[in-house]
């Protein structure tokens, strides 16, 4: 029950982890006009969120996983199970954070890159867990041999 609750919380980090830069994507006209910056400073700025939130998660994902998951390969399930908790969070921002101005919508070219993202993401989940399951398999291993 230990390693199911410990999946479902690393699940949904990756959820939170793609949720933003997909949320300051879609939100670009929007923040624009609450902020009152330039559309420019906007991009720059979500841009760079979106860098340190992906660079930061990997980082603390791959080390966390490697943790919790101690070489198990149920960790591969993570690959899949973020998916729900993103839908859910999307669904909840969407609920609450209705689009009521119609210059807020965002621009189609916008969805094309998110269904890349998004198609790429479960990937990039696999690959994070694997290495993360080798670097823990390897520390066992240089145990046993001292």
Request: neutral net charge.
């Amino acid at each position: 029950m230990n390693h199911f609750v410990k999946i479902n919380v690393i699940s949904m980090i990756y959820a939170l982890m793609i949720l933003i830069p997909v949320e300051l994507m879609v939100n670009v006209y929007r923040l624009t006009r609450l902020t009152g910056w330039e559309i420019k400073t906007v991009m720059n700025v979500s841009g760079f969120l979106t860098v340190s939130i992906l660079l930061m998660g990997t980082v603390s994902l791959y080390f966390l996983t490697g943790k919790w998951m101690e070489g198990r390969k149920a960790s591969y399930w993570t690959a899949v199970l973020w998916f729900p908790y993103f839908a859910l969070f999307i669904y909840s921002i969407a609920t609450f954070f209705p689009t009521t101005n119609g210059g807020d919508a965002p621009n189609p070219a916008t969805g094309l890159v998110m269904v890349g993202a998004l198609v790429a993401f479960p990937f990039f989940v696999l690959a994070l867990n694997f290495l993360s399951i080798n670097m823990e398999d390897d520390e066992k291993e240089k145990l046993n041999v001292r």
